[in-house]
């Protein structure tokens, strides 16, 4: 078993270099990449059953190996996509190490997959990295370490992520990671336009709404 947990153009370098060996037909080759399709496309058909491709829906903003944490994946989600253009002998072995780790595997197509991503986790990245570079550019150091307290620990807790990583994410996710921005901007425009219009019930109704994600997760 081969785990690749790399950044993307790290996995799609890795799947070339392991398609110029004589792996054995039963090798299971697990990828962790963010995003879904490329690595797909480019693998090499002629490994491409000993393919399993991945996601764990689980970390930190934090990497390396000091950043470990031994149940990391337990209760976590693992989308395993185009399941069906794996081995068989790959999907089995794949799934068993998966239910080891006590996960609870989803399947999808990488299309849906890398759209999904997008919103849910490229895009809160993206958001947190530009308020970080917003406060960093309008506030001194001595004001931040003074006033932030945890609505701004929160919000800005994803820009510690490596930018290295993020980046070749970013840029195999394109598409999907600009239609996702564009959606939270006409929701930060909407915003703007009730607190100039002093519409105080309306953004209170705004707000209502945006609580409803918590009680569906």
Request: proline share 3%; with cysteine; charged share 30%.
């Amino acid at each position: 078993v081969i785990i690749l947990a790399i950044p993307i153009r790290g996995i799609i370098a890795v799947l070339k270099e392991l398609s110029q060996l004589n792996l054995k037909e039963d090798c299971t080759i697990i990828d962790f990449g963010s995003t879904k399709k490329t690595i797909i496309q480019k693998c090499p058909k002629n490994i491409r059953k000993n393919l399993v491709a991945s996601h764990p829906m689980a970390g930190t903003e934090y990497s390396g190996p000091l950043a470990a944490i031994a149940d990391l994946y337990e209760k976590k989600v693992m989308v395993v996509c185009n399941i069906e253009e794996s081995g068989e002998i790959q999907r089995k072995r794949a799934i068993e190490i998966f239910n080891k780790l006590k996960m609870k595997i989803k399947y999808m197509n990488a299309d849906e997959h890398d759209r999904h991503a997008a919103f849910i986790s490229h895009m809160p990245h993206i958001v947190s990295f530009s308020i970080a570079n917003a406060v960093l550019k309008q506030e001194d150091k001595e004001h931040i370490v003074t006033l932030a307290a945890g609505g701004f620990r929160d919000m800005s807790r994803l820009a510690k992520s490596n930018p290295h990583m993020w980046g070749d994410i970013f840029k195999e996710n394109k598409k999907n990671l600009l239609d996702s921005i564009k959606a939270f901007k006409n929701e930060l425009k909407k915003a703007k336009a009730m607190i100039e219009n002093e519409e105080w019930e309306k953004l209170k109704k705004w707000m209502e709404m945006g609580n409803e994600l918590h009680k569906i997760m």
